[in-house]
């Protein structure tokens, strides 16, 4: 178990040299067929006289569209979370509580009892937030407690992080809870 000193950062700000960003080749050339095919409708709308206008609203239609889920693919599927050692995807995943758990939940990432079954209560709204970050290989966890104070989820843990058998061993009681 390796803890963040401070709670000040969240747990999508902590560094780690072990988590890395990658461009998803995938996702870029999806992106750029989308804005391309888009492009070409519009091209087809405007160049061609065709016979009827319902044809030529069709195409402008679908040619925003496809530029629109281009752009969309491209500027926010662009990159992912990849855990270094494993090169494995990292998914992210919140739970919320409702704030009479909150002393619970501090006491488990007090006395580090991460199999604590108080996970079962989570539910679908809270003023309490817990946010992993876990990898696809279940080599790697990343966890975090925030409140809701105004407007925003406040840290009001550090960033705990686990790998290898100890991320697995986390990752498993959190699968026998039914949350991940």
């Known amino acids: 178990m390796i803890c963040t000193s401070g709670t000040s950062r969240t747990i999508y700000s902590f560094c780690d040299p072990s988590i890395a960003f990658r ?4 996702n870029i050339i999806l992106g ?19 016979f009827t206008s319902l044809l030529r609203f069709f195409l402008l239609i679908a040619g925003i ?6 752009i969309y693919q ?5 990159r992912k979370r990849i855990y270094v050692p494993t ?15 909150s002393k619970p939940l501090l006491q488990m990432f007090n006395d580090e009892n991460w199999e604590d079954h108080i996970i079962y209560m ?25 409140r809701y104070v105004g407007t925003l989820y406040l840290p ?3 960033v705990y992080y686990f790998v290898g058998d100890d991320a697995s061993d986390i990752i498993a009681s959190l699968l026998v809870s039914h949350a991940l």
């Not at 491209?74 to 662009?78: D, F, K, T």
């Not at 679908?124 to 966890?141: A, E, H, M, P």
Request: glycine share 6%; hydrophobic share 55%; charged share 15%.
């Open 23 to 26: 461009s998803d080749i995938k």
């Open 32 to 50: 750029l067929g989308l804005f391309l095919f888009g492009f070409l409708f519009f091209i087809i709308a405007f160049k061609v006289h065709l």
């Open 65 to 70: 569209a496809f530029l629109l889920c281009g």
């Open 74 to 78: 491209l500027l926010w599927h662009l």
């Open 87 to 101: 090169g494995s995807s990292i998914k992210n995943y919140s739970f919320f509580f409702d704030d009479k758990y």
């Open 122 to 146: 989570a539910s679908s709204t809270g003023s309490l937030r817990l946010d992993f970050l876990v990898s696809l290989d279940r080599k790697f966890i990343a966890m975090q407690l925030l």
């Open 156 to 158: 009001i843990t550090s």
